[in-house]
């Protein structure tokens, strides 16, 4: 199974998605399954990762909806994991495709306290108890608060979305040396996605962002890195083909087996697809 394992749709509205600027205006319409599927064709993918970008519960019902009409495609929802009810909320959601949620810890005044709040402490448990993967979306700036997060969380995946948003300035070793104590934990899964709109006002090349990917499989490995394209947000910096073409390249070198897992098998275990659960990491 090949499997793009980061991708959004949505029907645009500037007051729904303030964080599409102006500046953004490739962004600025509808993006909806029946236009990710021609792409994911042309690379032999069969499945991806509808995964949220606006934080409310209606935005997990619409990507449920569009999943439904699409039947390889599985969801990240969004919920609020500080909600007294979160149990009830969690009860409500319930559905065969949805594998879990992310929140746009990003975009927080204080990304550091939010995710030590006892709140959230007390949500994510109860995720983690019902199987369902948590995305964390942080940048550089915040990868060691999220390696404290992952640290109080391992009973389920955890995914770093975008390899944690890496300053591409400061090149990748420093990345590396960032991210090492993250990348050591055996619950935590790393997406190569996004990193093409992390470099300087979205201008890269294979040559830039090629040691990122190489430095990813030295601390992550193949079996916890997955594919995923960030369409249609990587449209700002290159279409589809040149973000899975970039990916393609770097791994020329690995087996069959360590592609076929960023590819798609690696995804597939991560988000329950194979209905499979690897016990010689999550014991409880």
């Given at each position: 199974?090949?499997?793009?394992?980061h991708?959004?749709?949505?029907?645009?509205?500037?007051?729904?998605?303030?964080?599409?600027?102006?500046s953004?205006?490739?962004?600025?319409?509808?993006?909806?399954?029946?236009?990710?599927?021609p792409?994911?064709?042309?690379?032999?993918?069969?499945?991806?990762?509808?995964?949220?970008?606006?934080?409310?519960?209606?935005?997990?019902?619409?990507?449920?909806?569009?999943?439904?009409?699409?039947?390889?495609?599985?969801?990240?929802g969004?919920?609020?994991?500080?909600?007294?009810?979160?149990?009830?909320?969690?009860?409500?959601?319930?559905?065969p495709?949805?594998?879990?949620f992310?929140?746009?810890?990003?975009?927080?005044?204080n990304?550091?306290?939010?995710?030590?709040?006892?709140?959230v402490?007390?949500?994510?448990?109860?995720?983690?108890?019902?199987d369902y993967?948590?995305?964390?979306?942080?940048?550089?700036?915040?990868?060691?608060?999220?390696?404290?997060f992952a640290?109080?969380?391992?009973?389920?995946?955890?995914?770093?979305?975008?390899?944690?948003?890496?300053?591409?300035?400061?090149?990748?070793?420093?990345?590396g040396?960032?991210?090492?104590?993250?990348a050591?934990?055996?619950?935590?899964?790393c997406?190569?996605s996004?990193?093409?709109?992390?470099?300087?006002?979205?201008?890269?090349?294979?040559?830039?962002?090629?040691?990122?990917?190489?430095e990813?499989?030295?601390?992550?490995?193949?079996?916890?890195?997955?594919f995923?394209?960030?369409?249609?947000?990587?449209?700002?910096?290159?279409?589809?083909?040149a973000?899975?073409?970039?990916v393609?390249?770097?791994?020329?070198?690995?087996?069959?087996d360590e592609?076929?897992?960023?590819?798609?098998?690696?995804?597939?275990?991560?988000?329950?697809?194979?209905?499979?659960?690897?016990?010689?990491?999550?014991?409880?």
């Amino acid at each position: 199974m090949r499997i793009d394992a980061h991708q959004h749709f949505w029907r645009y509205d500037a007051a729904d998605f303030p964080w599409i600027t102006d500046s953004m205006t490739r962004l600025q319409q509808d993006f909806l399954p029946d236009d990710l599927a021609p792409l994911l064709a042309q690379r032999q993918l069969q499945s991806s990762i509808a995964v949220q970008a606006r934080q409310c519960v209606a935005e997990t019902q619409q990507l449920l909806q569009w999943a439904q009409q699409q039947p390889a495609t599985q969801v990240i929802g969004w919920i609020d994991v500080t909600a007294s009810d979160l149990a009830e909320q969690l009860t409500a959601l319930q559905h065969p495709l949805l594998r879990g949620f992310r929140h746009q810890v990003q975009d927080e005044q204080n990304p550091a306290v939010w995710l030590q709040q006892p709140r959230v402490t007390t949500g994510i448990t109860q995720i983690q108890r019902r199987d369902y993967v948590w995305e964390m979306l942080v940048t550089w700036q915040h990868l060691a608060d999220a390696t404290r997060f992952a640290a109080q969380h391992d009973r389920h995946w955890l995914v770093l979305d975008h390899l944690g948003k890496p300053d591409i300035a400061r090149g990748a070793q420093a990345w590396g040396e960032q991210v090492a104590e993250l990348a050591a934990m055996p619950h935590v899964v790393c997406k190569l996605s996004g990193l093409v709109t992390e470099a300087p006002h979205g201008q890269w090349s294979s040559a830039q962002l090629r040691p990122f990917i190489d430095e990813a499989l030295a601390r992550f490995g193949p079996h916890r890195l997955m594919f995923g394209s960030d369409w249609p947000v990587c449209l700002l910096a290159a279409e589809y083909h040149a973000v899975a073409q970039l990916v393609d390249d770097a791994l020329a070198e690995l087996s069959a087996d360590e592609q076929a897992a960023i590819w798609g098998n690696t995804a597939a275990q991560v988000y329950s697809l194979t209905g499979e659960k690897n016990e010689s990491v999550f014991a409880g």
